[in-house]
């Protein structure tokens, strides 16, 4: 139920660390307190599960899929991941949404349509992919969202107009008072906006800055897979397959030390890639 104080997507949070809270006053702009991490994840174990996955006919699961699930995973339970600030204000998200771009076709000039995914809780990659999928081929086959054409619109306007609409939905975003249709399908109201640019190509897992629009606190994205050489505990060498997997984070959420727990619980799925086949709640013990 939603009390005084609360917004239409968090709850409103009281007696957090101190130090949150001055972090807050110090760097009042989201940007300013953004973190990054470029993690190697080992996923060798996650090729195997995918392609044993994949053996059933009609079933065609990608890395993003997983990647996409294994995220969701580490989001309920690290939920302190889920936190965003807004005016000065911290808030647990009601719900854990992931949000991503999808090009109607691999060319410079096609459009990109904003998908914005909820995870329910007893979502599992099964169900996940099926929904990530469906929004994918119905973004390459129909029209822009009216997110979609509002940014569109927007932004081909005179800078002389621009600027001030721009700055009008700041204010309304800043006080909860964005229409619900808008914010429901635009990617900045998202858990973590997620973008696989491995499937372009690249290795690395790139930098990407967060905004101070909307109430996203979390953007991560993951390389092109490639080989890699590792030393075993016992010292003998092993050829194994890593994706970089690049996080920026806006650290008045999470401190380096939760941040870093969370990473490593991302890398025990994936590791563990049956564990996706659970709920999406369900609670994970490092083992």
Do not use: W
């Amino acid at each position: 139920m939603k009390k005084f104080g609360d917004r239409r997507d968090g709850k409103k949070l009281k007696n957090l660390n101190g130090m949150m809270y001055v972090m807050s006053d110090i760097k009042k702009k989201r940007a300013d307190r953004e973190v990054y991490i470029d993690y190697p994840i080992d996923v060798t174990e996650l090729l195997k599960y995918r392609e044993k996955l994949n053996k059933k006919k009609d079933r065609h699961i990608t890395i993003f899929h997983l990647f996409s699930t294994g995220i969701a995973k580490v989001i309920y339970n690290r939920p302190q991941l889920n936190i965003f600030i807004i005016n000065g204000k911290f808030y647990q998200r009601n719900d854990v949404v992931l949000s991503f771009v999808a090009k109607t076709e691999f060319t410079d000039t096609a459009e990109e349509l904003m998908q914005i995914l909820k995870v329910e809780e007893n979502d599992n990659i099964f169900t996940l992919s099926e929904k990530i999928s469906g929004n994918v081929k119905k973004a390459r086959t129909s029209s822009q969202t009216g997110g979609d054409k509002l940014v569109s619109f927007v932004g081909h306007m005179p800078k002389i107009l621009r600027r001030p609409v721009v700055g009008m939905f700041m204010l309304l975003d800043r006080h909860d008072l964005l229409p619900s249709d808008l914010a429901n399908e635009l990617l900045y109201y998202s858990s973590v906006i997620l973008s696989n640019i491995g499937a372009i190509g690249c290795t690395g897992g790139i930098y990407h800055n967060i905004t101070d629009f909307g109430t996203n606190s979390i953007l991560a994205t993951m390389g092109k897979i490639y080989k890699k050489e590792v030393v075993n505990d016992d010292g003998t060498k092993e050829i194994r397959d890593f994706c970089d997997f690049g996080m920026t984070l806006d650290e008045g959420i999470a401190d380096g030390f939760y941040m870093i727990k969370s990473m490593q619980l991302f890398q025990y799925i994936m590791n563990n890639p049956k564990l996706l086949e659970g709920n999406a709640n369900e609670k994970i013990e490092i083992k």
